[in-house]
Every structure is written in structure tokens, then in C-alpha cells.
């Protein structure tokens, strides 16, 4: 399974990015997710959703301005930010996984992960 992200920038603080992530090869983890980095500090869950079935939510930092949805038939996952703000600068991960739902931010659990993409958002 390889995961590419995409969707990354620059943006002022206010503004929106959408972030893709399409996942390629034979593929049956159930949980796609996003995380977030930024340098010296351990990875950061932001959001995930199941493939099947309406589970989906997002980290407590981002809800009201961040939504995670999903397009099966093209193995996609997709983070829609919005009202961003400078905290929200960080490399973005996509991944894939079958963790338990209750612990969907516990990135040791994902086994497939994309490269990354840099967001930063101006202030």
C-alpha cells in the first residue's frame, strides 16, 4: 500500500487548504487518517474516518474549522481546513490503519503512511 498526499502550502492566516491523500495497491485497512508534525515535538492526530460505516471526527485543536471525508472508489481520504491559524503549521501526514475507533489518535496503531506535506499558515 503506498499513501501520496497532496495539497499542501502556504496560507495567510483565515484562509483554507484541501488536502488529498489517495492510497494505492491492495488495501484493506478500515481507518484512513490524518496527523500533523512540527519539528521536536511527536506526531499529532488531527482527524480520521472508517471506510465503511459513518465514524469520522476530528482532534479537539481543530473542530468547527477542520473536516475529514472519504471517496471509496477512489481510495481517498480528504482534510478540508478551514479558518486556519498559525498553530495549524506542520507537516501533514495521511494514514491508513485498523485501529480500534477509540484509538483512532494513537499513531503507532497505523501501519501505512504518506510522505507528508508541508502547511504553513502567515500570520
Known amino acids: 500500500v503506498q499513501l501520496q498526499a497532496s495539497g499542501g502550502g502556504l496560507v495567510q492566516a483565515g484562509g483554507s487548504l484541501r488536502l488529498s491523500c489517495v492510497a494505492s495497491?491492495?488495501?484493506?485497512?478500515?481507518?484512513m487518517a490524518w496527523f500533523r508534525q512540527t519539528p521536536g515535538k511527536e506526531r499529532e492526530f488531527v482527524a480520521a474516518?472508517?471506510?465503511?460505516?459513518?465514524?469520522?471526527g476530528v482532534a479537539d485543536a481543530v473542530k468547527g474549522r477542520f473536516t475529514v471525508s472519504r471517496d471509496n472508489p477512489k481510495n481517498a481520504v480528504y482534510l478540508q481546513m478551514m479558518s486556519m491559524i498559525p498553530e495549524d503549521t506542520a507537516v501533514y501526514f495521511c494514514?491508513?490503519?485498523?485501529?480500534?475507533?477509540?484509538?483512532?489518535?494513537?499513531?503507532?496503531?497505523?501501519?501505512?503512511w504518506g510522505q507528508g506535506t508541508q502547511v504553513t499558515v502567515s500570520s
Open positions: 474516518i472508517r471506510r465503511i460505516g459513518g465514524n469520522a
Open positions: 494514514a491508513a490503519g485498523s485501529p480500534p475507533w477509540g484509538s483512532r489518535s494513537d499513531a503507532g496503531l497505523f501501519h501505512y
Open positions: 495497491g491492495t488495501f484493506s485497512s478500515h481507518t
